[in-house]
């Protein structure tokens, strides 16, 4: 079984910036793509990004521009960059694992979730 930790969301003010982290450990297989989701109260959890273990990335429209994901194939962790925080930022961010080296296939794993909530 594949364990995801998220760390660093927190409280943060319109414009400002966070950075999340994942670590993955257990059956984690390496090469395997990871992202970031999120869910807003009373909304539908939604994709935010994903990362590929070469590097290869892709980010939803709502956030380009402003978010960049990374990762750290040595220790298996990867990163949220959010930049330029909007109030409609502010929700519950999960990590992902996803299911083979791509970035469009299904999700293996999901972390707790972090939350990010970003004030006017």
């Known amino acids: 079984q594949v364990q995801l930790v998220e760390s660093g969301g927190g409280l943060a003010q319109a414009g400002g910036s966070l950075r999340l982290s994942c670590a993955a450990s257990?059956?984690?297989?390496?090469?395997?793509?990871m992202g970031w989701y999120r869910q807003a109260p009373g909304k539908e959890r939604e994709f935010v990004a994903a990362i590929t273990s070469g590097g290869r990335t892709n980010l939803a429209d709502s956030v380009k521009g402003r978010f960049t994901i990374s990762r750290v194939n040595a220790n298996n962790t990867v990163y949220l960059q959010m930049n330029s925080l909007k109030p409609e930022d502010t929700a519950v961010y999960y990590c992902?694992?996803?299911?083979?080296?791509?970035?469009?296939?299904?999700?293996?794993?999901w972390g707790k979730g972090t939350l990010v909530t970003v004030s006017s």
């Open positions: 257990g059956s984690f297989f390496s090469l395997n793509a």
């Open positions: 992902a694992a996803y299911k083979g080296i791509f970035l469009f296939v299904p999700v293996d794993s």
